[in-house]
């Protein structure tokens, strides 16, 4: 169990075992979110680039055109 203590505040919270777990859940979830949100945008970038033929870009990042429409393709909950 831990206490949460508020700043110039005499009360302090105790959390149950069940409160952190959902807490800890919770956090968990909102990084995975977000992880999903950042690996979208990354490989929408990355489908431009690799459609768009701008092959020192893809030379650039170290990929081929090919991989980089592989990568694309893969749905954003893969990694």
Do not use: Y
Request: glycine share 4%; aromatic share 6%.
């Amino acid at each position: 169990m831990s206490i949460l203590s508020l700043p110039g505040a005499r009360v302090s919270i105790r959390r149950s075992d069940r409160e952190q777990r959902a807490a800890g859940w919770a956090v968990a979830a909102c990084r995975t979110i977000t992880r999903w949100i950042a690996r979208s945008r990354q490989r929408r970038a990355l489908r431009e680039i690799a459609e768009s033929n701008d092959f020192h870009l893809l030379k650039d990042i170290g990929v081929s055109q090919e991989e980089a429409l592989r990568e694309a393709e893969k749905p954003f909950w893969r990694r």
